[in-house]
């Protein structure tokens, strides 16, 4: 039998243990209470709502769309099917519409806000004769939506741009929030096809650098797609000097899908330029067209271009300051040469007079008698 005994004897260290019985006790709290804790934090994930959309496959061996893509003539109409799914983690109820795509001021591929009626392509879309159909999905359900197409007989020929869009509305406590997942939808209409980039509005300026051959040019403008049909483009930005020759490398980028009508800013920046006065940015767009659209015949591209000065005033500070330093290295050289010509003459000069002071007779004092010799 194991006997523990306490000592009433006082002891120094009496305060010391009192204190590692405290800590020693907390310690035993902590972990009893440390397993419901664990618990009340592994409650459940709050639900999500999760919406995916595709256009159907054409048939089980091909990989599948990822846009609606037709070439239509007034008049015409078809039939499509749109595959909606719930990928979310409740139930959910979903609207099914079409609306019409414009460019957006980043140059993206943007659809109307809910509510907004279209007035192109997004209006001859119908589900079942009505504008939208509403669709209530349980988690990981699908659904296959089937639509209708119409162009009408007055369509104007070119490339209309809409897209499918899948709306959820849920509360998330606060406001009222509008989930939507979009689809692209293109109708190219045949007819008198008039691709047409321009680029407007050009104008350029210059950040110099501590290295008068490291500065960089900026150049700005405007894209415009002024046709009917749908293009990207590849652009080219050169900076040129006096008889075209090339001050930098050129600078390549991509111009994204701009639909009929929109336009866009582009900015470019090319590096390595130097402060050569007289600069000449140069700006080509090279137009392309979507492999799935019409033929619109040949592109042509467009070259633009300005005026930029870029005074290198470092450069020609430091010339002043060196021309300056060199002027006043002439001028006191200039100066000892004369001081040193005059001290040269006024040395000879005295040691002439000091010569020909001494090769002159003494002069008898004046005043001194005089004896002369009796015959």
Not at 219 to 226: D, G, K, Q
């Amino acid at each position: 039998m194991l006997k523990i005994t306490f000592s009433a004897r006082p002891n120094a260290r009496g305060p010391r243990s009192l204190a590692i019985a405290l800590i020693a006790g907390i310690a035993l709290s902590l972990a009893a209470l440390a397993p419901a804790a664990t618990a009340a934090d592994e409650a459940a994930p709050e639900d999500t709502i999760g919406i995916s959309a595709k256009p159907q496959a054409a048939d089980e061996n091909s990989a599948g769309r990822t846009r609606f893509s037709y070439q239509m003539s007034p008049g015409q109409n078809l039939d499509d099917v749109y595959v909606v799914t719930n990928s979310g983690t409740t139930a959910q109820t979903f609207t099914v519409f079409a609306t019409d795509a414009f460019n957006t001021a980043e140059g993206g591929y943007g659809l109307l806000d809910t509510g907004v009626q279209p007035a192109d392509a997004g209006a001859w879309v119908r589900f079942g004769g009505e504008t939208s159909v509403t669709a209530a999905l349980q988690p990981g359900e699908s659904r296959e939506i089937p639509f209708s197409l119409v162009v009408p007989a007055d369509a104007s020929p070119g490339d209309h741009a809409a897209g499918m869009v899948v709306s959820a509305l849920a509360d998330d406590g606060q406001v009222l929030v509008d989930r939507r997942v979009g689809t692209r939808l293109y109708v190219r209409v045949p007819g008198d096809l008039q691709p047409n980039l321009t680029v407007d509005g050009m104008s350029a300026s210059y950040t110099p650098s501590i290295n008068p051959l490291a500065g960089e040019a900026t150049v700005t403008f405007t894209v415009r797609n002024a046709g009917n049909v749908a293009l990207s483009g590849d652009l080219k930005t050169e900076i040129k000097g006096l008889f075209g020759i090339g001050l930098a490398p050129a600078l390549e980028t991509e111009v994204d899908e701009m639909l009929p009508g929109s336009t866009r800013t582009v900015t470019t920046t090319v590096s390595g330029v130097g402060q050569w006065v007289f600069l000449n940015p140069v700006v080509t767009l090279y137009p392309s067209v979507d492999a799935e659209a019409l033929n619109p015949g040949p592109l042509t591209s467009v070259t633009r271009d300005t005026i930029l000065f870029a005074v290198p005033w470092v450069l020609l500070g430091l010339i002043v300051l060196g021309l300056g330093i060199w002027g006043w290295i002439v001028f006191s050289r200039r100066r000892d040469a004369r001081r040193a010509r005059a001290w040269i003459e006024y040395t000879e000069a005295e040691a002439r007079r000091k010569a020909e002071s001494e090769r002159e007779p003494a002069v008898v004092a004046a005043g001194s008698p005089t004896r002369s010799e009796s015959s």
